[in-house]
């Protein structure tokens, strides 16, 4: 009896490891997406001033814009994604931290036609003073998947930003 409950054990375990192994290999692609061309970041944008542009390879651009003030932590975001140029069948919003791993945070935007995209989002709260974050902006287009980078500060409530800003 004692060597065929540790039998059953042992196939218990062989068989959740196997399964675990098949959802990693079917989540891989959703977390770590091939992304076929990667726009430029600009250093100098600053979303809190408003939209910032980036010029897509092979063609194209794409302008990103967080248009809730002060980008706040864990309150609606509202993001507006605008094409010219391309042709997208899906935008989605990739929130990243940094230097530190933030979880999985992609909202998908919606088509509001002519180019636009829209659709709300969030940041998770973070234990840091400030937080650097990019928003890579995800389009999936005919000829494979394009990413733009945009990146942020975030800041806690009530602390000003350096250089005066809030």
Same mark, same amino acid.
């Given at each position: 009896?004692?060597?065929?409950?540790?039998?059953? +054990?042992?196939?218990?375990?062989?068989?959740?490891?196997?399964?675990?192994?098949?959802?990693?290999?079917? $989540?891989?692609? %959703?977390?770590?997406?091939?992304?076929?061309?990667?726009?430029?970041?600009?250093?100098?944008?600053?979303?809190?001033?408003?939209?910032?542009? /980036?010029?897509?390879?092979?063609?194209? /651009?794409?302008?990103?814009? %967080?248009?809730?003030?002060?980008?706040?932590? #864990?309150?609606?975001?509202?993001?507006?994604?605008?094409?010219?140029? %391309?042709?997208? /069948?899906?935008?989605?919003?990739?929130?990243?931290?940094?230097?530190?791993?933030?979880?999985?945070?992609?909202?998908?935007? /919606?088509?509001?036609?002519?180019?636009?995209?829209?659709?709300?989002?969030?940041?998770?709260?973070?234990?840091?003073?400030?937080?650097? +974050?990019?928003?890579?902006?995800?389009?999936?287009?005919?000829?494979?998947?394009?990413? $733009?980078?945009?990146?942020?500060?975030?800041?806690?409530?009530? #602390? $000003?930003?350096?250089?005066?800003?809030?």
């Amino acid at each position: 009896m004692a060597k065929s409950t540790t039998m059953l +054990w042992g196939i218990a375990g062989v068989l959740f490891v196997a399964l675990a192994g098949v959802a990693a290999y079917k $989540a891989l692609p %959703i977390l770590n997406p091939e992304v076929g061309g990667v726009a430029a970041l600009d250093s100098g944008c600053d979303l809190r001033a408003g939209p910032c542009h /980036s010029e897509l390879p092979g063609g194209g /651009s794409v302008s990103f814009a %967080i248009k809730t003030p002060g980008i706040p932590l #864990v309150k609606p975001l509202d993001l507006e994604v605008r094409l010219t140029g %391309i042709e997208a /069948s899906k935008v989605e919003v990739d929130f990243i931290g940094i230097d530190m791993n933030m979880g999985f945070n992609r909202p998908r935007l /919606s088509a509001k036609g002519g180019g636009m995209y829209g659709g709300t989002g969030m940041l998770p709260v973070c234990v840091r003073v400030a937080m650097e +974050w990019e928003a890579r902006v995800l389009i999936t287009t005919p000829r494979g998947l394009l990413a $733009a980078p945009f990146r942020f500060i975030t800041v806690k409530e009530g #602390v $000003a930003l350096p250089g005066g800003g809030q």
